[in-house]
T-cell receptor, first 116, second 112 residues
Framework: EPEVTQTPSHQVTQMGQEVILRCVPI?????FYWYRQILGQKVEFLVS????????KSEIFDDQFSVERPDGSNFTLKIRSTKLEDSAMYFC??????????????FGPGTRLTVT | GEDVEQSLFLSVREGDSSVINCTYT??????LYWYKQEPGAGLQLLTY???NMDMKQDQRLTVLLNKKDKHLSLRIADTQTGDSAIYFC????????????WGAGTKLIIKP
């Protein structure tokens, strides 16, 4: 069964450093998302991406964040200068474009980001 | 803004039915979802319901939607130890392209 994959599973970085979180969405999906979950808090939407541009973003997704689809398979989230409060589990998701597949967001296993 | 609320824990005996409840505030919700998260794993889509439906059944899972009360429930029949997980309710509003708003998750604990 196709699945969303994410690398790395755990990333430790120092405050102020740049990190790139990587995701490989399901191959025929065209909508991509990033969510995060700070420990003990709710899952929060960050951004959705379609046709090589951001289609929706939350207030959390400020200038420190960017997303990119550098090739035909990867979808990345970059945090330019990490802060302690960026420590969280980051989930990538993807969905299709037609019929019921457009309503179904499939998630990867997450990348745990720890900022020290 | 929109909000989704769930109780944090539910404890049931193996073989009984589990009913996990969720309330939401967005009256324009179009789709409501249930996701399952097992320890160390990602968010697995279990089922979802469109807002013009009031019930959806899928094997052991039954979703009930009371749109008037903005109440969603997930019933798991014949609960097994493998059902131990955190269950998240999420909704997608009419005014959002694809953003999901999440509850805090209900941890289902199975007693032998």
């Amino acid at each position: 069964e196709p699945e969303v994959t994410q690398t790395p599973s755990h990333q430790v970085t120092q405050m102020g450093q740049e990190v790139i979180l990587r995701c490989v969405p399901i191959s025929n999906h065209l909508y991509f998302y990033w969510y995060r979950q700070i420990l003990g808090q709710k899952v929060e939407f960050l951004v959705s991406f379609y046709n090589n541009e951001i289609s929706e973003k939350s207030e959390i997704f400020d200038d420190q964040f960017s997303v990119e689809r550098p090739d035909g398979s990867n979808f990345t989230l970059k945090i330019r200068s990490t802060k302690l409060e960026d420590s969280a589990m980051y989930f990538c998701a993807s969905s299709g474009t037609t019929g019921s597949s457009s309503y179904e967001q499939y998630f990867g296993p997450g990348t745990r980001l720890t900022v020290t | 803004g929109e909000d989704v609320e769930q109780s944090l824990f539910l404890s049931v005996r193996e073989g009984d039915s589990s009913v996990i409840n969720c309330t939401y505030t967005d009256s324009s919700s179009t789709y409501l979802y249930w996701y399952k998260q097992e320890p160390g794993a990602g968010l697995q889509l279990l089922t979802y319901i469109f807002s013009n439906m009031d019930m959806k059944q899928d094997q052991r899972l039954t979703v009930l939607l009371n749109k008037k009360d903005k109440h969603l429930s997930l019933r798991i029949a014949d609960t097994q130890t493998g059902d131990s997980a955190i269950y998240f309710c999420a909704e997608r509003g009419l005014n959002s392209n694809y953003q999901l708003i999440w509850g805090a998750g209900t941890k289902l604990i199975i007693k032998p």
